[in-house]
């Protein structure tokens, strides 16, 4: 079944969801010292194949030591209709912000998910990748695609501040 993105006709779907790295270093996990953990993505595409691929790297670490201790990449393949129709000028491929809005929230889903099924039975067991806000986490990791919006609350907060000065 293919999803449908608003008044535009983009067609989409999973293709593939693939674990390609976890690693555990169990002996620097330190029982009662915080885990706090990022997260990156890195993206690649096949026109020939309208496949788009998005994989999420999660990294656990001790708030006070950078040292990896657990990490795990999911690689997320959506097939998107007609892919080339969102190359720009550039050859970036550029969605509307709702696409990218929902194939972040299906790959951090399925990032914890399956992050969650290999941490069972170690120290981190516990440990969970937070709940965050799929449109938030995409803006972190397109900022272009998100740059106008932005632009325009910066507008917004200095004029409240020119705003709020001018009245002292």
Known sequence: MANKIQDEEILYNINAIRQILFFIN?????????VVSSINAKTGFNLES????????VLFHHNDDSRELAVTEVENVFFIQDLKKHL?????????KILYVQLVGLAISHTRALFTQRLAGTALQNVLIAIMNPYEAAKSFFPKSFENEVKAKAAIVNAKLRKSVSKK
């Open 26 to 34: 169990e002996p620097l996990i330190s029982q009662g010292k915080d």
């Open 50 to 57: 309208n496949l788009y691929n998005l994989t999420l790297r």
């Open 88 to 96: 720009n000028e550039k050859d970036e491929l550029v969605f509307p």
